[in-house]
């Protein structure tokens, strides 16, 4: 299925920006503390697709993926359980995205898999949205 792109889908990712204010800006920000993950998200045919690039994370204990209404909330958690002292630039502790889903995605039937620190997330498409057409203008 060949959709129009979605007005939310064009605006540039801004979580890339974001990940590096509390580095940027030296004052209390409301997304201090505020950690995010890399997403990809396409249409393929019938499906909504979100890949999640989460390494090094046990999907079974550190994974949380709802769908509630219209939105696909991916939660996770990446625990440091050494004890070593120095510098470390790995993001530890809890992550969260969403995202909307398409219209016609029906979340109740999505699944999810992860493979090699990628959590792929699809969620069927069931509903076609109607075609465009061209109506003509009548003139009296």
Do not use: C
């Not at 890339?16 to 993950?37: H, K, M, Y």
């Not at 050494?82 to 993001?91: C, D, I, K, P, T």
Request: charged share 35%.
């Amino acid at each position: 299925m060949n959709q129009a792109p979605d007005v939310r889908r064009t605006i540039p990712d801004l979580f890339d920006w974001v990940e590096d204010l509390p580095n940027l800006f030296p004052w209390p920000s409301p997304l201090a503390g505020q950690r995010t993950f890399r997403l990809e998200e396409r249409i393929d045919d019938d499906k909504y697709v979100v890949r999640a690039e989460l390494p090094g994370i046990d999907p079974d204990r550190d994974v949380s993926v709802e769908v509630e209404d219209d939105r696909l909330t991916i939660r996770a958690e990446r625990r440091d359980e050494r004890q070593e002292e120095g510098r470390s630039e790995f993001h530890y502790g809890r992550f969260q995205r969403r995202t909307l889903l398409p219209k016609g995605a029906d979340g109740s039937k999505a699944s999810a898999t992860y493979e090699a620190g990628i959590l792929e997330v699809t969620v069927p498409i069931v509903e076609t949205p109607a075609a465009s057409k061209r109506i003509p203008v009548k003139t009296s």
